[in-house]
């Protein structure tokens, strides 16, 4: 295995069991900014596109040979500091189709877990229910996401704090409190 | 600046022997499938050297999951040692440099056509099972572009009507494996030909399970504690298969999926399905060292949990 091939082993597995077990969080190869790369050399290439509001993250995206896409036809957004605008495109991005619903997108954010809200998980890969202490995520973030989502339709959330990674599906019901 | 600078290091296959893009690929895909759990996500499925409709779908998801330190178990109608099983385990370690085992506890990925194994699944284990149709509603409506309208509406009126219909001609359910299930509520779907004894292990599972079919090029997932449903009606349950009388010829247990042997005189005698379960029980009654996990159904017959086979007490008096 080269060491490409190790790194985008680990990512995957990392970000397999997060959406698997939504609301634990799992270790990714590197933190960070370079968490996000990770992400994206692992799920990028010229067969899919990508959206990024960071202009350093886009350019990396770009060589990664995925096209750079607006927010609404993204299948994958790239949050690395996510700020109050960050909802404009968040609001845009696809949610799938009834037909196709595996093209609702995937949002990549950063937050800080062990924040101050508090959310309660229910859903598929959690028995009974779980909480999730998470915040530095845009405001009323929770709000669309409900707005946005109806399963199967909704996109799948990868929130990264450091190198640590917590995957909220959109099969999840998120409560805030 | 020399040539062998700017290139990798020569090798003569990827690592898993899909190349890069086939990989990542597989991967998107398996992640959206676990995001919409039952939903059928579709995907390119690459060549192998092996002919479709031999295992190509589990065996891409295999080689796409697993890494150096993982632990594969492969299985054919729960043998370790059938010549199908026994190939894709010595491609995937010889592509992979992963650990094989026959021992389910032992295992971190165990990729499987046709059987659960007999011993509980933890958190944490994969279960890859090989798909040859995954379309459910192939028997109600062959037009699959129709079909994936009746799975988007979640229009699954003909297959009631299709249960309906066995009921009266019958006098019972009479799909025996890939017995139809409901996932999370939401989209019908084949657990692929598992036998309906296997069916309620996916439910409120502790374990991932992946199923992919490389000739029909879709693969769907089965995420750990996800509410798995035959459907069945409200006067009417789903039943397992009947075990009961069956006392294994190797062992003498009872009460777990059995083989019929025929024998040359007529009738025939049992064999539990899952030779890994058996090499264990074996050893653990030759004394030697044997850790045997806790089963499906213990040995009367009961599944692990309550509630969830509604018939299990007509079933078990012989209805």
Redesign the interface.
């Not at chain 2, 991967?27 to 676990?34: E, G, H, N, S």
């Given at each position: 295995m080269s060491p490409a091939e190790t790194r985008q082993h680990a990512t995957f597995t990392a970000l397999l069991w997060a959406l698997s077990y939504p609301g634990r969080p799992q270790r990714l190869p590197a933190g960070g900014r370079a968490a996000f790369a990770a992400i994206a050399e692992a799920l990028l290439d010229l067969e899919t596109g990508a959206f990024s509001p960071d202009a350093e993250f886009a350019a990396l995206i770009a060589r990664s040979g995925a096209r750079l896409l607006p927010p609404q036809r993204a299948p994958y957004h790239f949050y690395p500091a996510p700020e109050a605008d960050s909802l404009e495109s968040i609001a845009a991005a696809p949610v799938g189709s009834y037909t196709e619903p595996e093209l609702g997108a995937t949002l990549v954010l950063s937050c800080h877990l062990g924040g101050p809200a508090t959310l309660t998980l229910r859903g598929p890969g959690i028995a009974g229910s779980v909480r999730l202490r998470v915040g530095g995520l845009p405001e009323d973030l929770w709000l669309l996401r409900a707005e946005r989502t109806r399963f199967p339709l909704g996109w799948d959330l990868l929130l990264i704090d450091g190198a640590e990674v917590v995957g909220l599906p959109r099969s999840t019901a998120v409560e805030v409190g | 600046m020399k040539l062998a600078q700017l290139a990798?290091?020569r090798?003569d296959y990827?690592?898993g022997f899909l190349d890069?893009?086939g990989?990542?690929?597989l991967?998107?895909?398996?992640?959206?499938?676990?995001?919409?759990?039952g939903?059928q996500?579709?995907y390119a499925s690459r060549e192998l050297p092996i002919a479709r409709g031999w295992g190509t779908g589990g065996l891409q998801v295999t080689l796409?999951?697993v890494?150096?330190g993982d632990t594969v178990k492969v299985i054919d109608q729960g043998a370790d040692d059938s010549v199908n099983a026994a190939n894709l385990r010595r491609f995937i370690a010889r592509m992979t440099?992963v650990s094989t085992t026959a021992d389910t506890l032992a295992a971190t990925v165990i990729q499987s056509r046709h059987r659960v194994p007999e011993e509980r699944l933890r958190?944490?284990q994969a279960l890859v099972l090989q798909v040859p149709d995954p379309e459910p509603l192939r028997r109600v409506q062959p037009d699959s572009s129709k079909a994936?309208?009746m799975?988007?509406?979640a229009d699954y009126a003909q297959m009631w009507l299709s249960l309906y219909e066995q009921l009266v001609r019958f006098g019972r359910f009479v799909q025996g494996a890939s017995y139809p299930v409901l996932v999370?509520g939401?989209?019908l779907m084949s657990p692929s030909p598992i036998p309906r004894w296997d069916t309620p292990d996916l439910h409120?599972a502790a374990h991932?399970t992946l199923l992919s079919a490389g000739r029909e090029k879709r693969l769907y997932a089965v995420?750990?504690?996800?509410?798995v449903r035959p459907i069945e009606f409200e006067d009417v349950f789903f039943q397992v298969e009947q075990m009961v009388g069956r006392v294994c010829a190797v062992t003498g247990a009872r009460n777990k999926f059995m083989d019929a042997l025929p024998l040359a005189g007529g009738g025939s005698i049992f064999r539990i399905s899952d030779t890994g379960y058996v090499a264990k029980l074996l050893d653990a009654a030759r004394g030697k060292p044997a850790t045997i996990g806790p089963t499906y159904y213990d040995d009367e017959g009961r599944f692990f949990q309550p509630g969830v086979l509604r018939d299990e007490g007509q079933a078990r008096n012989g209805r």
């Open positions: - | 990798h290091p090798q990827s690592y890069e893009f990989k990542r690929e991967r998107r895909r398996m992640l959206k499938a676990v995001a919409i759990p939903h996500v579709p796409s999951l890494g150096p440099g958190e944490g994936l309208e799975h988007a509406d999370h939401r989209y409120q991932l995420p750990p504690y996800t509410d």
